[in-house]
């Protein structure tokens, strides 16, 4: 039982590129996140599914774009990188109850846009 | 506008003593409150949690508090230890699964 995987651990961008940060569990949960952590700053919600299909804007999705495809899979999408999406990314899942839900964080991205 | 705050960025605590980490936050409408911890290169991991209609929640050597009226929770961690030193992460939940997070606070125990 791996929990919430993400890859790539690293990586630099130039200005204007593109990529597609892979995010997945194996926990079977519905609910799947993407946040975006600045240096000093709290985790900030980016997108964000209830299920497959599914998926709907946080607070600051301008720049991204997200698909759910499957249960297990999230991808986040950046296109024409800009370096004020230089941050840590961090995907979560949680199960989607209604009282007590916890989310379950990935180990995070380290992206630097140049 | 943030609607959870952690007014310390850092805290400095000698082995054994307590710690307190304090989260403020606005919007009355925040229905459960969690706390995460972090260490570097990792995600954050769950620590504890409380419902608005509780005022206390214990585990083990954590304890969370809640003051309603107040709008103010903290998390105490007695006794600390040098494994403690992480950074911790107050949450509340909002709309369904939605989590608001504070800025965060930087502990360090020493031994």
């Known amino acids: 039982n791996a929990g919430v995987t993400q890859t790539p651990k690293f990586r630099i961008l130039k200005i204007g590129q593109s990529m597609t940060l892979q995010c997945t569990q194996d926990m079977n949960h519905n609910y799947m996140y993407w946040y975006r952590q600045d240096p000093g700053m709290g985790l900030k919600l980016i997108y964000y599914?209830?299920?497959?299909?599914?998926?709907d804007k946080g607070e600051v999705p301008n720049g991204y774009n997200v698909s759910r495809s499957t249960t297990e899979d999230f991808p986040l999408r950046l296109e024409l990188a800009a370096p004020s999406q230089t941050s840590v990314y961090f995907c979560?899942?949680?199960?989607?109850?209604?009282?007590?839900?916890?989310?379950?964080f990935g180990p995070g991205t380290r992206l630097t846009v140049l | 506008d943030q609607q959870v705050k952690q007014n310390s960025p850092s805290l400095s605590v000698q082995e054994g003593r307590i710690s307190i980490l304090n989260c403020d936050y606005t919007?009355?409408?925040?229905?459960?409150f969690l706390w995460y911890k972090k260490y570097p290169a990792e995600g954050p991991t769950f620590l504890i949690s409380i419902s608005s209609i509780k005022d206390k929640n214990e585990d083990g050597r954590f304890t969370v508090f809640l003051n309603k009226s107040a709008k103010h929770l903290s998390l105490h961690i007695v006794p600390s230890q040098p494994g403690d030193s992480a950074v911790y992460f107050c949450?509340?939940?909002?709309?369904?699964?939605?989590?608001?997070f504070g800025g965060g606070t930087r502990l360090m125990v020493k031994p």
């Open positions: 949450a509340a939940r909002y709309a369904g699964n939605m989590l608001t």
């Open positions: 599914s209830v299920g497959a299909g599914i998926t």
């Open positions: 919007n009355s409408m925040f229905d459960y």
């Open positions: 979560a899942s949680s199960p989607g109850l209604a009282g007590t839900d916890t989310q379950y």
